[in-house]
Structures are given as structure tokens and as C-alpha cells.
């Protein structure tokens, strides 16, 4: 974080316009009441005017029109679109890990494995044989790197993340601390008929389906995974049974998110948090789904579809709908049913005093 | 995968009928749609005819009956129970992870560890004082096994699993990366009744209990599971407090899965991805527990109980049952209520309604 | 466990009551059934008396007032809380993981880390530059503590652990396998206004917003966690965008919590098994979020707020309060909400024969 920019500097990065001294010079962002001198506060709308004024930055990135010099600054720049801003800035200003460059000598490659140029790999890293690691990657400590593995150019994986054997991975690929592609499916099979199988065709009657050992069916397919991808920390995704299961371009995997054999992610999806997507669902572009959101196994989820948090989705969802609950219904429904059930207490005295009233009148049967 | 199979070889092994040039070869199974001259189709049921044409496979494994000549084969095998073929399809032809024969030499392994025979010993693991591997076992690469532990014949531990100090393990266990087996337990406790105990107590109150420091309980026990035992990527198994934590013969668990301290699953149970069993819950034989389940403490759950994904289950379920929501209630229950909450809106109106109407005859007190 | 201990001993060290052979030695705790010559037995209410009889112990810890040497005891320890005295008991009991004591040799620590007294390092562990790790601590195989990272005195990690770079850790932290401390935030943008936005502002509607790739934001924060604060196993912590990420002294997370960028947890909340906390979220004191409850992000809860197990929380919460349910309302709203749920069916048949009842009467319009 020693490296310090000009006000102009980063104006220009974010593409954004800048006032005042513009050869001032910042090191860091800060939210703006903590913000020391050599600091550029972040407060790009006008509800932090006051906290400007109780930390002590010379510069900041403001709202559009803000009045710069009353807010006793000595430079300004100008973001329309904040969280925009925050991208560049904060791509521009990111200290990184301090992984060192180069091939650390406790990593254990295998000869047979190709990596591109300008490749480091952390300590005690593991590549494994016809492995190939795209160039410019920067692969961090304790990661393993599995045999026929292909990582695209560009690639970033923080320590401890596995790829598994012929997982095939695009270009500018980030990983983040412990996450695993290329587990094997979850895939079990009895020799008769089971009381599961019969409890989904009957929707809750098991039949007489014996007890039975489990046989397993083992994952042949691999993990294919587009340009542009992120998955979060200790995030799982399984080997496809006979195809592959599939991250499209652009998508991004939060933290603790399962996503099941088979299963095809769209381009430019969001899975957030604890999202767990079961095995050979297909899912659209632009999906978002929110934190804790479920998916059960063989269905679609259409194009543009955003789920909110805790969604549990048990049928195909058509393209563009927002849903919610569980099970998921149209947001709308969603919420109307919710306030009718807050009322439902009061509902259920309401009929019975009809009920009363009306045997009185000895209307009923 | 550049072994080749001939036909009635994979028909033998899978038990199945064959029909055309047995003697034809295969590399490796495909989609019908997507498979090459060297690959054997999966086409088990008429749904895959179409795509069958539209593939080069010169053999397939097809429904039974099906006239593969005028499909354009030269080689069937039929399949009566299409998962089972695949489960012994998969195994034949599964490529593995590749990893090596043998003890790395950059495995740390202490001295009063005790291998099998045909143990292998990936790259850069730890095997800790006193542990025990059981004959032909393959342990991955970056894997911890404890002080201690035992692991019986035919382990199979992909890279990033940790054992814990004295984990009794049984025969053919297979982990995949990044399982925990023997984290500690959690469970602590507050000097005085804490707000907490009065609002589980009371179902809601938390009386005038005074905020306090938690107080760690360590747990003492250890993780027993049986033998044939599946555990999934990043899940966790906590060591039990006084007694064991318990994984039952031929059950498997997904990733991601939860099972806390003192808890007991039975056998041939299957726990899918994301599950959480609290401390204390003790799961029969042969429970299904679906997607995102999620079970309270100190409860039990019945032999062959099946819940659908996303189940919520606060309270004993005996067994036989198959439960569904939040909390969970019976699955035909679950649908009525789903059912009739999605008239709810309409409901209330027409209670509005009614009442009105009501009110009108003067039949209300 | 070779270790002895006297009853007496363990008495002063629980501060308890004895009587007795004071001078009895016990080696181990167990359940007062399986409680051989040599353990202590756990019987601490009279549902366990008959237990006792069936085990072969000769000491037990027993509820106040039982009756010792009628239970066939030749020592008892009398234990009014007895979870307290679990606590007690577990913590001299506890025979650990055996990481040995010192660095290990295979240890890649950078020259610039500062390592305090009495450290131990297992083996395949990297230490990276510029970290600091407190008096007393004992860190476990196969970890990572990231460049500049501090960890206070007396931290215990397990194996596997990882702790980004510039990560800062009080006193007496414990780590659990796989915890990951200091991921990246889940942070995306579009260039132009999306879907999500447009569907959160209106509650459900995404207007005509196009598809559009995410851009990253940085996490430029760290995490900040105070003292005495454990981290389940393969939980995930991420680092705050500009700010930090805080952990309050004495708050417990268990197995496979989900902790978001720029959320502030309170002191001594306890956060169970696969709780998901998005960003931005403000977490009191003494909080209890019971297994897989969700929280979105940008909300406050309040001190002493306990939500029970699955709950998904989707607004503020005042302090005190006991919520539940999807969405979270008090418990006994919940409750309630329940009660009627399960009546719905019946309530739209009695609906139906009131309508009809009215109609008959000419009553309504």
C-alpha cells in the first residue's frame, strides 16, 4: 500500500471528472470519518457530508455537484455511479496478498506440466502431470492443481484452492481460499426401486421399497468453467456424470456455494452465499440468485430470473420472473401471501364468529 | 482412459444382455448426441433415440427391447434399470484422479504410523503419530490424518482432507477435498442461565437473564463410522462431547453437509448437499434427508424418513414418515397447506365479503 | 489420556463440592453406562442413576444431593450447573490433537514473520512476510497466516486454516479445519443500473434493464476479530471494502459460517451451524442466530436478539427480540402463524359451506 496516486491518476482510471489540486497525492481509500491526510475518503453522496468534515482527508470522490471547496477539500473527483468508482478505485488501489513471483521451491510440479509465462506458484503447491496454467497466473500457496487440469491465461487462485483432474477453465479465472472444482457427483443408485424414488413419483408415499445399500455412480465427466469466472471461498462444484457440468462466462460464486453434477450455469449469473444448486439444473444467463437460495435437481431456471434470499426453488421458473419463499412463488405472491398469514389468526376468529352468527339465523345445513 | 472395453466385457460386468459385434471397442461413455465412433452411447430410454442419430456411436447401452439395428448400431447392451448400468458403467471406465503409486517423498509421516500394504501417500501430506492406514488405501495430496486415527482397508481420500486425532474409520471410507472429519464439537455455556435456555424453555421469552461470556465445552469424544462411508467435498463432522459422533455403514454425505457433536446417523442414510444436523439428533437407517435440511438438537428421526429439500426439522419424526417444510409437517400436509395459502388473498376477501352479507341479514351479534 | 487425576483435584478445579476417596484417580470422563473402572462418570440428574448402575465406575460427577453411596460409588464431585462443570472438566480432560511442540522443518515461514514465545508450527505450514503471531500459540499443519497478519497470544489453529494478508486476531483465538479468515467481499457492479437493483426498489419488478457483465470491487478491508473468538470449521470470513469486517470479543462461530464483507459481529454472540450473514450487516451483543438462519444485508440487530433455527432475516431487528420463520417474525407470532397454517385447509372448506349457508338465505349481493 506504499505506492501512492495523483487525484488526476485515478480521475482518469474511473473515467470520472476531477476539480481542485489535481497532482494531490493519496495512498489509500478510507470511509470519509476515518479518513487521515494522505487518505481519499469515499463519500459519494450527500449524507456524508458530516462525516467529511470529522476525519481529516484533503481529497475525496463525491457526489456530482457537490460543492468540494465548502466541504473544505483540496481536490475532488466526480462519480455518477458510486459502487462504479468503487470498482476502479478500489482494482487501481488493492494491495493483494503479497504472494512472491516466481516458482517457490517447495511447490511439487510435475514435469509433465506445461505453465505459460510469467506464472508464480506459492509454496507447497501441488500441479499435477499434463497440467496447463495459462500465462501470467498466480497460483497461491497449498493449491493443487490436478492432472490434465487447464487454467486460462490470467488465473488467480488464492491458497488452498483444488481444481480436480481435466477440469477446464477459462480465462482471468479468480478462486478464492478453499474452494474445490471438480468434486465428484453425489450419485447413488439401489439395486430395486427405493422408497426416495417412489416418494417423488407419489409426491409422499415411500410404497413398499425394501431397505437397501446405496451403489455409487461415479462422475466420468469433468468442470467446464468460461472467461470472467469467480468462485468464493470454500465453494464446491462436481464433476458432470457424462458431460460436463458447466460455468458460463462472466458468472460469479460466492462463498459455500454447491453446485451439483451436471448442472449448467448460465453467462453473468450471481450466486450468492450458501446458494446450493442440485444436480442437472439448467440455469440461464443473467440469474441471480440470492443467499441461501435452493434448487432442486433436474429443472430450468429461465434467463434473468433473480431469487431472494432463502429461496427454495422446486419447479422451472420461466425466464425474467423474480421469485421468492418456499416454496418459490412470484415476489408479488410472495409478499401477499405473507401479509394474508399475519392476518391469518385473526381470520380464523373472524369465521368462526360467522359461523356462529350464521347457525343462529339457522341458515346452515 | 486409453483402455479400450469390448462390448460383451462391459456387458458381463454389468450383468446386462448384449446384441451385434461383442467384440467391438470403447474408450469412454458419452451423450448419445455428443458421442464420437470410439464411445459407448447412453441412450436408456426412446427420449434418446432422436439424439442417437445425430452422434457417430457405433454401440450404446439402450432401453430393453429397443431394435438397435434400426438405430444404426452395430452393438447394444440392455440396461432394465438404467442407474444401476451406470453405476457399473462408471466404475469400469472412471479415469480417477491420477494420482500416484506409492509414498511422496514430501509426505511427512511419522515414524509410529503404521501403513497397509499398497498404501499410497500423496504429495506433501501429514500422517500424525500412532495413525493407522488400512491395506491398498489411496491418501491425496495435502490431506492430515491425525494422531491416532484409524483407517480401514480401501481408503480413498482426494486432496485437503482432514482427519482428526483418533477418528475410527472403517473399511472402503471415501472423502472428498476439503472434508473435515473430528472438528470440535460446539457447544458452550454461560456461568448463569443465559437468555437463550429461558427463550427455548419458554418458546420465546428470554426473562431477565444477565448478558455472559460463553465458556467453552471441549469435546472429548471422537468420530466412529462404519465401513462404505461417502463423505463430501468441504463437509464437516464434529467429534462428540463425551461419546462418539456417529456415521453408520453405507451412508453418504454430499458437500457441504453438517452433522454436529454426539449426533448418530444410522445406516445407508443419504444427507445431500448442504445439510445440517445439529449435536445430539440421533437418524435411523436408510434417511433420505434432502437439499438444505436442516434438523434441531436432541431430537430423533425415524428409520427410512425422507424429507424434501429445504425441510426445517424442529421436532422428533417417527419413522416411515416423508416430511416436507418449514417447520416440517407431513408432505401431503405441506401441499394442502401450500395449496390453500396460495387462495389465502382470495380467502380474506371472501370473508370480507361474507361478512358484510351477514352483517346485512342482521344475523351477527 | 495417560494423564491421572485425582477427585479432589478435579473438584477444586470446578470448584465443586466432593466426597468421598478424594484421592481416587480417574483418566478419563464417560457416559455413566460405557464408564469403565478407570473413568469418571458423567451422571449429573437422576435420569442417569440407572445408567450407573450398568457402567462399572467408581467415581461420578452427580447432581446435588443424590445419594453416592447408595448408587454404589466410592467418590462422587457434585455439580449444580452441569454444563459448567463440563466445562471445567473438559477443558483438563481435553488430550488435544498432539501437534508436536516447536517449528517444523518442512514449515515455510518468511524470514521477516515474527514469531512470539513458546510458538509452535506444524509441519507444511507458511508463515508469509511481515506476520506476527502471538506468545504461546500453536499453529497446526497444513495452515496459512498471510503477509502482515497478526494473531494475539495463545491462538490455536488446527490444520488447514487460512488467514489473509493484514488480518488482525486478539488473544486466545481458535481456529477450526478449513476456516478461511480474510476472503474476498462478493462485490459486483454494472456498469449501468440492473435488473437486481430495479427489482429490489420496486419488490419485484426489474424494469427493462439489459444484461450486463459484473465488474469486481476490491476488498481493500481486512477482518478485525477480537479476543477469545472461535471459527468453525470451513467457515468463511470475508474482508470489508474500505473498512474492516469485525468479529467482537467472545463471539463463537461454528462449521460452515458464512460472515460478509463489511458486517460488524457484536461481542459473545454465538452464530451456529451454517448461518449465512450478508455485507454490510451490524450484529449487536450477545446475539444467538440458531443453525442456517440468513440475513440480507444492509440491516441492523439489535443486542440479545435470538432468531431459532432456519430463520431468514429480512429487516431490522430491535433489540431483545425472539424471531423465527421465513421471513423472521417473533416467535410467537410464529407460533401462532403455525397453528392457523395447519387449520387452512379446513378453514377453506368452512369458508365454502358458510358461503353456500349465506347464499341460501338470500343474504348476500
Known amino acids: 500500500m506504499s505506492r501512492s496516486y495523483r487525484i488526476d491518476e485515478i480521475a482518469a ?33 450527500p449524507n456524508y457530508a458530516d462525516a467529511l468534515g470529522a476525519g481529516r482527508a484533503r481529497a475525496a470522490i463525491l457526489w456530482p455537484g457537490a460543492d468540494w471547496e465548502a466541504l473544505g477539500l483540496e481536490a475532488a473527483i466526480f462519480a455518477p455511479r458510486p459502487r462504479m468508482a468503487m470498482s476502479g478505485l478500489t482494482r487501481m488501489l488493492d494491495p493483494g496478498q503479497g504472494f512472491a513471483p516466481g516458482i517457490h521451491p517447495s511447490a511439487v510440479i510435475d514435469p509433465s506440466a506445461i505453465l505459460g509465462g510469467d506464472v508464480s506458484i506459492g509454496p507447497l503447491t501441488v500441479v499435477g502431470a499434463g497440467a496447463r496454467i495459462g500465462d501470467g497466473s498466480v497460483i497461491g500457496p497449498h493449491c493443487h492443481v490436478g492432472c490434465d487440469a487447464v487454467l486460462g491465461d490470467g488465473a488467480y487462485l488464492r491458497e488452498m484452492v483444488s481444481i480436480g483432474a481435466r477440469a477446464e477453465i477459462g480465462a482471468r479465472f479468480i478462486a478464492l481460499p478453499g474452494a474445490r472444482v471438480g468434486s465428484d457427483g453425489f450419485s447413488f443408485v439401489t439395486p ?65 456455494v454447491h453446485v451439483g453434477h451436471n448442472t449448467r450455469v448460465g453467462r453473468d449469473c450471481l450466486l450468492c452465499g450458501q446458494v446450493g444448486v442440485s444436480g442437472s439444473v439448467e440455469i440461464g444467463n443473467s440469474v441471480v440468485l440470492g443467499g441461501q437460495t435452493g434448487v432442486v435437481d433436474n429443472i430450468f431456471i429461465g434467463d434473468g430470473v433473480i431469487a431472494g434470499g432463502g429461496t427454495k426453488i422446486l419447479s422451472n421458473v420461466p425466464a425474467g420472473r423474480v421469485v421468492m419463499g418456499y416454496p418459490a412463488v412470484k415476489m408479488e405472491t410472495h409478499t401477499e401471501i405473507y401479509k394474508a398469514q399475519r392476518r391469518l389468526p385473526r381470520l380464523l376468529r373472524s369465521v368462526a364468529a360467522l359461523q356462529k352468527a350464521v347457525s343462529k339465523t339457522g341458515a346452515s345445513d
Open 13 to 45: 482510471a474511473l473515467g470520472a471528472e476531477a476539480a481542485g489540486a489535481l497532482d494531490l497525492e493519496v495512498t489509500a481509500a478510507a470511509e470519509p470519518g476515518d479518513a487521515g491526510l494522505g487518505d481519499l475518503a469515499l463519500a459519494m453522496s
Open 192 to 256: 430395486e426401486v427405493s422408497g426416495a424414488e417412489n416418494a417423488r413419483k407419489s409426491l409422499g408415499d415411500q410404497g413398499d421399497a425394501k431397505a437397501q445399500a446405496w451403489v455409487r455412480i461415479h462422475s466420468l465427466g469433468n468442470v467446464c468453467i468460461g472467461d470472467d469466472v469467480e468462485i468464493g471461498a470454500n465453494s464446491t462444484i462436481d464433476n458432470g456424470t457424462i458431460r460436463a457440468t458447466r460455468i458460463g462466462s462472466g458468472s460469479k460464486l460466492d462463498n459455500l
